[in-house]
């Protein structure tokens, strides 16, 4: 198990560096109703953007599967 998380995450893990140093331009962010802008690179937006969604299933996930820890 040890081995295929390897082999699973070195190019995952690749692919996620050459993607942030592909896009390292500037894109400036205007959250609609509040009055300021940010600007960040491309890539910190996307993998931001990417570990959010991550989060919020690991979150939605876990408040699930807890109806079924609780019969068990």
């Known amino acids: 198990m040890r081995l295929l998380t390897w082999l699973i995450g070195l190019p995952l893990a690749a692919v996620v560096v050459a993607f942030a140093v592909a896009n390292r ?15 960040m690179p491309v890539y ?3 993998l931001g953007a990417l570990a ?14 807890r109806y079924g820890r609780r019969a068990a």
């Open 44 to 46: 910190l937006l996307a």
């Open 52 to 65: 959010l969604g991550l989060l919020v299933g690991m979150v939605w996930g876990w408040a699930r599967g």
């Open 25 to 39: 331009d500037p894109v400036v962010v205007v959250p609609w109703p509040l009055p300021f802008e940010i600007e």
